[in-house]
């Protein structure tokens, strides 16, 4: 095991970060990491998540086909999906990639592949209440959100809210988005809210996915 590895920060090795993420997902299915990322990669992520802010990121969607003045009522962030042609954007989806094979040879998954976007949420930007994925219905089986925002206040507020089930509403945890930290969780059993936003906050939003594909479905869909 080596200790010092790059995608790891705080001494922690890539395998003891893992045990945590699969230990935390099978007993209470959700876990929050500080120090997701070194220092560096991280920092390269918030310094392009802001420059290309400006021009690149669009309104995001809340599902395939939907209509985006609907969209606007349940969430008004604006995002741009991550791809390999940037080196620092393919050094994210390398980790992330890392983290699939690590937890589906602990927790057997089958997490097949992972999407993320980057996401900007203006002062006044919020994104309502909403299941990331419907049991049974959705390839999405693990949510990841990484936060891109130093010194992060309580009356900033943005906080990530999750509830403990759909049929129990009461509040499981309350999350700050702050730099480098990282939440998981199974995405159709947590429904979750993102609060008004009184600054601009940064954060990458990914999905671990199943394959659903059958002989006459080809899924993930391209
Ligand atoms: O930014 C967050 O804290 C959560 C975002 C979210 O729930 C989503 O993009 O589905
Ligand atoms: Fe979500």
């Known amino acids: 095991m080596n200790s010092n590895s790059p995608s ?34 991280a920092k390269l992520l918030q310094h392009q ?10 309104p995001a969607s809340i599902g ?3 209509d985006q ?10 995002s741009l999906w991550l791809n390999k042609e940037s080196e620092t954007q393919r050094q994210y989806l390398d ?17 097949f592949d992972f999407e993320c976007h980057f996401s900007h949420y203006q002062p006044g930007d919020f994104y309502l209440k909403h299941l990331d994925a419907f049991k049974g219905r959705s390839n999405r089986a693990l949510s990841t959100v990484y ?20 049929q129990d509403s009461s509040i499981l945890t309350r999350i700050k988005p702050v ?9 159709d059993s947590f429904p979750h809210e993102v609060l008004v936003s009184h600054k601009d906050r940064f954060s990458i939003a990914g999905w671990f996915r199943l394959n659903n594909s059958n002989h006459n479905h ?4 391209l």
Do not use: H
């Open 8 to 41: 790891t920060s705080n001494n922690q090795s890539l395998e003891s970060k893992l045990d945590v993420i699969a230990n935390n997902l099978a007993d209470a299915g959700y876990v929050i990491l500080q120090d997701f990322l070194s220092e560096e990669l």
């Open 49 to 58: 998540a802001q420059t290309l802010s400006e021009t690149d990121f669009k």
């Open 64 to 66: 395939r086909n939907q």
């Open 69 to 78: 003045q609907l969209n606007s009522k349940v969430r008004s962030d604006r």
């Open 95 to 111: 980790f992330m990639e890392q983290v699939r094979v690590g937890l589906n040879r602990r927790l057997f998954m089958g997490l």
């Open 147 to 166: 936060y891109l925002n130093p010194s992060w206040q309580e009356s900033f507020g943005g906080e990530l809210v999750l509830y403990s089930s759909e």
């Open 179 to 187: 730099f480098n930290q990282c939440v998981i969780f199974l995405s």
């Open 218 to 221: 080809v899924d993930p869909a």
